[in-house]
């Protein structure tokens, strides 16, 4: 009889002892150095009439998107980890500046590991004034190491 209240004593240890659920996003939160560079063009015809280079070197935070899931919120931009792979949403954007209206299409792709991750954009889109109109064309690649 000692026995068996000695057993179900134990019993309650065996059935409590849950795991710990691990957010793999965790890996990635904290600071990154962030080096990016690409060129946006503005095209008429066959001819580029402007380029604009882009190029910068800075210091971004990555958190997570929630408290479960599989969101990381990049310096503001949020992503879908998927693997080892980030999934974005395309955005569109529409300035005005100096009689010139652009509208930007910006996608994304990227690849992550725990101390490396590679963001390509690519920028579509169309600009026009008064008397001309034209394309926009151009990428970027951002490299972001873990600090």
């Not at 800075?58 to 080892?84: A, F, P, Q, T, W």
């Not at 954007?93 to 652009?102: A, F, R, S």
């Not at 490396?116 to 026009?128: D, H, N, P």
């Not at 064309?137 to 600090?147: A, E, F, M, P, R």
């Amino acid at each position: 009889m000692k026995k068996l209240i000695l057993l179900f004593s134990f019993l309650p240890l065996f059935f409590s002892c849950e795991e710990a659920e691990i957010d793999v996003r965790d890996q990635y939160t904290g600071e990154w150095d962030i080096e990016m560079v690409g060129n946006m063009s503005l095209v008429h015809g066959s001819d580029i009439i402007y380029t604009v280079p882009m190029s910068g070197n800075s210091v971004i935070d990555i958190s997570k998107n929630g408290d479960s899931g599989s969101e990381l919120n990049i310096d503001g931009l949020i992503c879908v980890l998927s693997g080892n792979k980030l999934l974005f949403d395309a955005e569109t954007e529409t300035q005005m500046q100096d009689g010139v209206t652009m509208q930007v299409t910006v996608t994304r792709t990227g690849t992550i590991n725990s101390t490396i991750i590679s963001i390509k954009e690519t920028y579509s889109g169309v600009w026009q004034t008064s008397s001309a109109n034209g394309i926009i064309t151009g990428s970027s690649n951002h490299t972001l190491t873990k600090k």
